[in-house]
């Protein structure tokens, strides 16, 4: 498992403009929140969630860099390095009124979580937010299902113009959700975990850290002052557990300097 393991892209989906979904040829049982290693030889390796977790492995990604760029350019039938699944923080499906808050790429961990919260008899609200329409995630999958499904955008061309949090607070002040699920831009997830902490509403979010083993070894993902490991303790934490701390403030880039948000 720590050790990569060539595994071979059985397909390939564009999303939208900048994201795209790699089809694995590699099953696993793995948790709604868990994510993999994956290595392209002499370029990285970097984290990726699952965003399908049943049958074939799926992973949705973002371009935004050298790493991403390359994984980008490969095709149907090329091999990729492949540890894990990592982290033993992962989203934990409760209650019975469910309020799930993506930004961007940031549904990508969330739909095995959507998927699970459907298999019981709950009611669930999804906010999912981009810059613009085009870049909206995955739109006709949610609306197909039985999902109270809001937009926002930055531009104003889907829904709110403005952003998921916009949505939330408004819903918070009239809805009572038993749990609210995140993942998205960090200073979007603070938002939400505000909203959630005033309001007393339990609260899950999926962090982003700059690793390097991704298993808890080497102390690069932790999180000021509690120490707590992303890759390990995470990526998945709760509202309570991230007050007071770097979240929403500042993260460390490869060689471990500060980087404020
Ligand atoms: C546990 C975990 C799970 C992750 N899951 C996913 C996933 O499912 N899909 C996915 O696309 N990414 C995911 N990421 C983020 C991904 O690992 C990084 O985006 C990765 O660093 C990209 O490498 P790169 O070399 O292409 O870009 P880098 O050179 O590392 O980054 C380029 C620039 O883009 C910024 N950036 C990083 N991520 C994003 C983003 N999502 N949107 C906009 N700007 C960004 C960085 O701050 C940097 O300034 C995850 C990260 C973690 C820690
Ligand atoms: S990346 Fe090494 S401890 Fe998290």
Redo the contacts with the bound molecule.
Sequence with gaps: MNAPEMVRILGIRTETPTVKTFILNKKIRAKPGQFAMLWIPEVDEKPFSFSKLDGNLEITVKEVGPFTRKLFSLKKGDLIGFRGPYGDGCFRVKGKRICVAAGGVGLAPLMPLIDEILKGNRDLTVIIGAVTEKELLWMDRLESRKIDLLTATDDGTCGKKGSVCDVLKKLVGKTRFDRIYSCGPELMMKRVADIALKEKIPCQLSLE??????????????IDPTGL????DGPVFTAKELRGTEFGRYNRNASGSRCDL
């Design positions: 850290r700059y690793m390097k083993c991704g298993m808890g070894i080497c102390g690069q993902c932790c490991r992303v890759c390990k």
